[in-house]
């Protein structure tokens, strides 16, 4: 007979006030083999909706918007996901006329609405820590938070917009 022993396991929350600096515990490994980055200090150091990436895939990107007042109107040619990881933030949605559509249907990434959208407006989604929103291509999208900073993940594609800023956002040993 074997004794087992019960590993404690405990889940904690982070926010844009109270996060642990992110890091890599390698058990049999050099932590040089891995990247790790923490949305929550990123937000804490970014500018209000500036789109920085802190995971990737071949095209395909997770960036970390620090959601504070009013974003500019971006569009894209593709779908994009938006979740809250802390705070209030609304969506703002308009069905865009085709002036002001992506004109390269294969462009990855948002791009800035040139002026303001003109088209139909679809309405808009209030999300708070742990909700998602569809942000639909072809689509003028604007983040809204009144209050408290808020932390954005955003699932997309790598493109003008994206900042990549590795040196300071992962642990480099």
């Not at 294969?106 to 998602?132: C, D, F, I, T, Y």
Request: hydrophobic letters at 35%.
């Amino acid at each position: 007979m074997t004794a087992t022993t019960a590993t404690a396991y405990k889940t904690r929350f982070g926010s844009l006030k109270h996060f642990e600096k992110g890091h890599v515990e390698p058990i049999d490994d050099d932590v040089r083999h891995y990247a790790f980055s923490n949305c929550f200090e990123i937000a804490s150091i970014s500018k209000p909706y500036e789109k920085v990436v802190f995971g990737q895939n071949q095209i395909y990107v997770l960036e970390t918007l620090r959601a504070e007042g009013t974003s500019p109107w971006y569009t894209c040619a593709h779908d994009e996901f938006a979740l809250v990881m802390d705070g209030d933030v609304e969506v703002h949605l308009v069905q865009l006329d085709d002036g002001q559509t992506v004109a390269d249907k294969e462009k990855n990434g948002a791009v800035l609405v040139k002026g303001e959208p003109k088209g139909k407006k679809m309405g808009w989604m209030k999300l708070s820590r742990g909700h998602q929103g569809l942000l639909p291509k072809n689509t003028a999208y604007q983040f809204r938070s009144a209050g408290e900073p808020g932390v954005i993940v955003l699932q997309s594609c790598k493109g003008d917009l994206s900042v990549e800023k590795w040196a300071d956002i992962c642990q480099s040993h």
